[in-house]
């Protein structure tokens, strides 16, 4: 069965705190995304990985194929950074499958 | 450059009418790809065109269906609404099948 999981499912942080969200899938995907959902529902892409690490700004992402993990980092937290982190899992099958989110909340 | 617009915003309809929400994409993204998000059931899969063709459909009943025009705009349909329909509908567009997303505001659908 295609499946996602991803925790914590709630993370609070004081700013400048290092935060780091775990996603586990599992075999046949073809890709990984990581998106962010601010309240509202607006939801904004930040990464697809295939394999290795990709870094935006604070954000960075990385997936190891052999452990069907992926990991998505924030250093240096800030409070904008608060929202709720959605992996999700291209299947081979084509399919995306959503893990459950990661609310996140970063205090001044 | 415009990003990808879903219109209406909001809507509120009655058990057993019908709905048509509308997604028109980044210019250029000739996919599209629809989802439902509810609290207890988070992000689920609806449906995905490539090119005015049906390329992946999710575990929804056949009350949902959807379509893409010749100008990659998609419009999806929900016949016989339910109270369990209401939800957050998005959709998003891409240039690839397997591309990276950009996700439109969404429709939020109250079913009464």
């Known amino acids: 069965k295609n499946e996602v999981e991803q925790s914590p499912q709630n993370l609070t942080a004081q700013e400048g705190e290092f935060i780091t969200i775990n996603c586990s899938y599992s075999?046949?995907?073809?890709?990984l995304h990581w998106l962010q959902q601010h309240p509202g529902g607006g939801i904004v892409s930040l990464f697809m990985?295939?394999?290795g690490k990709k870094k935006h700004g604070r954000l960075i992402a990385t997936i190891n194929i052999q452990e069907k993990h992926s990991s998505l980092h924030i250093t240096a937290s800030h409070p904008r950074d608060s929202a709720v982190y959605i992996c999700a899992a291209r299947y081979n099958t084509d399919k995306l499958i959503f893990g459950t989110g990661t609310r996140l909340q970063v205090f001044p | 450059k415009a990003g990808v617009t879903q219109t209406p915003r909001y809507l509120i309809k009655t058990r057993g009418q019908q709905v048509t929400l509308s997604c028109s994409p980044i210019s250029g993204h000739r996919s599209v790809s629809w989802y439902q998000q509810t609290p207890g059931q988070g992000l689920q899969f609806l449906f995905e065109y490539f090119s005015e063709t049906q390329r992946n459909k999710g575990n929804f009943p056949g009350r949902f269906s959807g379509r893409q025009f010749s100008n990659s705009r998609s419009e999806m349909n929900v016949s016989t609404l339910e109270l369990g329909d209401s939800a957050l509908y998005l959709c998003?567009?891409?240039?690839?099948?397997?591309?990276?997303?950009?996700f439109g505001s969404g429709t939020r659908l109250t079913v009464v």
């Open positions: 990985l295939s394999s």
């Open positions: 998003a567009s891409s240039q690839r099948t397997e591309g990276g997303y950009t």
């Open positions: 075999v046949g995907i073809s890709a």
